[in-house]
Structures are given as structure tokens and as C-alpha cells.
């Protein structure tokens, strides 16, 4: 089994969770808890520029805890190494939702309750389904971006299109 550590405290990969624009999310155990590993990468990216990385995770995340938005703690932050050690919440995606037709409107509501107190404060978070993990009925936003709201690509006009089985969200499906 693969090993990675974080400051010096090594962990398992139980899995690779997913590769987004910023990084690689691994399931990881120190033999007790599973946590997310996210190992910042350097790959481009043609639709989306970063500064850096790393530094815009630990803002974004400070900015969205001030705001409100439920989310996995941030458990430690590897600077040498560029990684991020999260809480784990254990679920389904509202993309795996969507693929098995399990989507409830409830976690329509709790999207419109986030996006509420999101606009209030000129922000958007990435919408996408992979994004969020319904546990326990309550819906988590488990990345930490956040940009300056702009209405192209806030929840009604983008996000929307791919929570449900739009032509959009199977064209991604066909695609990945």
C-alpha cells in the first residue's frame, strides 16, 4: 500500500477519490481514521488560472468557514509538500446521485440555503456535482474554492445544468 505523509505523520491510500483542476484527493488512513489527502499538482489547466495553489486553498477555506458553508474541516496543510490532510465525509456525490436518479429536492433547498449567504457576500463556490457529498441528509461542499461572484457562473445559470440529467451532464458523462 502506498504511503504519504503529512508534516512528517504518514498515512495510507486507500484510493484516489478524484483529480480536480487544482489537485489528486486520496481516501487516507493512519491505521485508525480515514481522512482526504489532496496532493496540489502543477498540470494545466485551460479554462481556469491559478496563482498559487496551495495559499488559495487555506484562504478560500478561511473565507468560506467565515461565511458558513459546511464543509470538511481542514486538518493540517504540508507546505513543503503541497498537501492539505481533510476531514473525511463519507457519502455519495450529488454526481453519483444524479447518475442513479437519487437526487432529492431537499438538497436543492440546501444548495439554494448555501448560495443564499454565498451571494450575500459576493461569493461563488464550484458548483459541480462531483463537489458535494450528501451524509447523513446534509449536504457538504467538500472542495474549498471560492471566487468573486459573477451571475454566468453562479448555481441558477451554471451549476444547475449538471445537477440533474440535463443534455449537459450527460455530454460530461459521455466525455469522462
Not at 38 to 67: A, R, T, V, W
Not at 101 to 109: L, Q
Not at 121 to 144: G, R, S
Amino acid at each position: 500500500m502506498e504511503k504519504m505523509k503529512v508534516n512528517n505523520r504518514e498515512f495510507s491510500v486507500i484510493k484516489l477519490l478524484g483529480k480536480g483542476k487544482g489537485g489528486y484527493s486520496y481516501l487516507v488512513t493512519d491505521g485508525e481514521n480515514e481522512y482526504v489527502l489532496k496532493q496540489i499538482h502543477h498540470e494545466p489547466c485551460s479554462y481556469y488560472q491559478f496563482g498559487n495553489k496551495l495559499e488559495s486553498e487555506m484562504n478560500d477555506y478561511k473565507k468560506l468557514m467565515k461565511i458558513g458553508i459546511r464543509m470538511p474541516k481542514m486538518l493540517d496543510v504540508d507546505v513543503e509538500n503541497e498537501r492539505i490532510l481533510k476531514e473525511y465525509i463519507c457519502g455519495d456525490t450529488i454526481f453519483d446521485l444524479v447518475l442513479q436518479d437519487r437526487v432529492k429536492e431537499d438538497y436543492f433547498a440546501q444548495i439554494r440555503s448555501m448560495c443564499k449567504v454565498l451571494y450575500k457576500d459576493n461569493t461563488n463556490i464550484d458548483y459541480f456535482p462531483t463537489n458535494f457529498v450528501v451524509q447523513n441528509e446534509k449536504l457538504y461542499y467538500i472542495d474549498y474554492e471560492c471566487n468573486n461572484y459573477m451571475e454566468e457562473w453562479n448555481f441558477e445559470n451554471w451549476g444547475i445544468k449538471y445537477w440533474s440529467k440535463t443534455e449537459e451532464f450527460l455530454k460530461y458523462v459521455e466525455e469522462h
